[in-house]
Nanobody, 121 residues
Framework: QVQLVESGGGLVQAGGSLRVSCAASGTIFSINAMGWYRQAPGKQRELVAS?????????ADSVKGRFTISKNNANAKITAYLQMNTLKPEDTAVYYC?????????????WGQGTQVTVSS
């Protein structure tokens, strides 16, 4: 089992910055990628950014050049960070941490509880 604990988020003015963090614990050896998704009211959940165990990253077109995903392995945890710069009102959403793991039964997605990011105009 993998546990994901998110932190960060909050309210910021347009053009500002925020960082959200996600600490993964438990059977972290099974994780092959971590990422951040977001869901705005009335919209589907969408991928924002992801990072593989080898450090390869992927970004949604809407956040390229503004957001940076990174990770750190220490103290039996993997912590993924999403640094969000030049925030726009359309970035307002609940941001969910995701960990893609490989279990004996096959691929499995773990999700965090979500953290609200609100960007005021």
């Amino acid at each position: 089992q993998v546990q994901l604990v998110e932190s960060g988020g909050g309210l910021v003015q347009a053009g500002g910055s925020l960082r959200v963090s996600c600490a993964a614990s438990g059977t972290i050896f099974s994780i092959n990628a971590m990422g951040w998704y977001r869901q705005a009211p009335g919209k589907q959940r969408e991928l924002v950014a992801s990072i593989t165990s080898s450090g390869s990253t992927n970004y949604a077109d809407s956040v390229k050049g503004r957001f940076t995903i990174s990770k750190n392995n220490a103290n039996a945890k993997i912590t993924a960070y999403l640094q969000m710069n030049t925030l726009k009102p359309e970035d307002t959403a609940v941001y969910y941490c995701n960990a893609k793991a490989l279990k004996a039964s096959g691929p499995f997605d773990y999700w965090g509880q979500g953290t609200q990011v609100t960007v005021s105009s």
